[in-house]
């Protein structure tokens, strides 16, 4: 493992790296925040879906999924390199539940699309895949499936959970996905951009199978600080509860970790944020302020990872230190707040001294492998923006095996 220490300090190649990572280091001129901080109400800030969310398709169709289907890292990085969709030519995160008809949906950030089709690159997409058939996203304006807010604050996927619908949903209603998204205020440059707050978006899938946007608000109050906790990095449901995960950078120099906080609420209000509890290292509590951090920064994650219960342990994958470090990083834990156990589980080079970058690894078990061990995958992106416009490749996501808790 890579500490923190042991990181070359090469300033000007680390700005890109460090800020793709969502670690949102330059810091922007900003408007004053839309709410203040303060106690948080059941909702902060309501968004309207796009005018044309009823338009949603998914182009091409996909058969149902053989059931039961397994699918290996091997088979998913070749449907991912022989894709040609023509709104996903390359998208990093890739966040992913499981449908309840064995489909799998993805969530990804900044996508890029084919040359004549514009604007090129979109805030985030959608994809639905049936086996190794990818199906994308799309409605009759082309635009990202999650708008921007009344700022023109752009929306990136951090993690999602799907529930099971409920009679409040609609007849039809086959599966409520919830996703969680960083709210961002762009610069002029590629990499400028700051983190104003969390999101969440409600996802419905009809009897036709397709998803649609159902409504969306703001989560958390809009913050233009620096070192605020990042809500919804990961989210998993466990039981009755569904935990959602934070992120904050500490600006300690030479640290490019984050510390890593905790918070639970019932699992039937995933958009209310007055049903926050947050954990204080003794007991569950509803003043986030009080909030203490189960991993500090230098031994901690990147911004975005994933959190889930398997085999009976709370498993955590990232990198340890930050996307600047070279290891994917399984942390495991008998509680959902720790203490937890570190452990290196494959090679990911961070790229700063070839360009070609990887960071945010996630974990997708509820996609069975052949093997039986775990998927992972990780985002990969190219530090000239040149590159990745002439060959999209480059920033598709690469998928590996690694071994369960």
């Not at 994809?127 to 994308?136: I, K, R």
Request: charged share 20%.
């Amino acid at each position: 493992m890579r500490h923190h220490r042991d990181v070359p300090r090469r300033i000007a190649v680390l700005v890109p790296v460090v800020c793709l990572a969502l670690t949102g280091c330059l810091r922007l001129e900003a408007p004053a925040p839309d709410v203040q901080p303060g106690r948080q109400g059941p909702v902060l800030a309501e968004i309207q879906p796009a005018a044309d969310a009823d338009t949603a398709r998914l182009e091409p169709a996909c058969p149902a999924p053989e059931q039961p289907a397994t699918l290996s890292a091997a088979q998913l990085n070749e449907m991912v390199t022989e894709s040609d969709l023509p709104y996903w030519q390359a998208a990093d995160v890739g966040a992913s539940a499981v449908l309840s008809d064995g489909r799998v949906l993805w969530v990804y950030g900044d996508t890029l699309r084919e040359k004549q089709i514009e604007p090129r690159l979109v805030d985030n997409t959608v994809l639905v895949t049936s086996g190794t058939c990818m199906s994308q996203l799309i409605t009759d304006g082309l635009g990202p499936v999650f708008p921007r807010d009344s700022r023109e604050l752009s929306h990136w996927p951090m993690s999602l959970v799907r529930l099971e619908p409920t009679a409040a949903d609609g007849e039809g209603v086959t599966d409520v996905v919830v996703v969680y998204l960083s709210r961002i205020q762009r610069g002029d440059r590629q990499w400028d951009f700051i983190f104003r707050g969390t999101t969440a978006a409600v996802l419905e899938v009809g009897a036709d199978g397709v998803p649609r946007l159902a409504r969306m608000a703001h989560l958390t109050p809009d913050s233009v600080s620096f070192d605020q906790i990042n809500w919804g990095a990961a989210a998993t449901v466990d039981g009755d509860w569904l935990y959602l995960y934070g992120t904050r950078q500490t600006g300690e120099a030479d640290v490019y970790g984050r510390e890593l906080y905790v918070s639970r609420r019932p699992a039937g209000e995933p958009m209310n944020a007055a049903a926050m509890q947050y954990w204080d290292g003794s007991e569950w509590q509803p003043d986030g302020s009080r909030a203490v951090p189960i991993l500090d920064a230098v031994q901690g994650t990147s911004q975005t990872l994933s959190v889930n219960r398997l085999d009976g342990r709370w498993t955590a994958i990232s990198k340890r230190g930050g996307d600047l470090a070279d290891k994917i990083t399984m942390w495991t834990s008998d509680q959902p707040y720790g203490p937890w156990t570190a452990t290196d589980v494959a090679d990911s080079p961070n790229g700063q001294d070839t360009g070609n970058l990887q960071y945010t690894p996630l974990s997708h078990p509820g996609i069975r492998t052949p093997s039986g061990r775990l998927l992972v995958s990780v985002s990969r992106n190219t530090s000239s923006i040149e590159e990745l416009f002439a060959s999209p490749e480059v920033g598709r996501v690469l998928f590996t095996e690694v071994g369960r808790p």
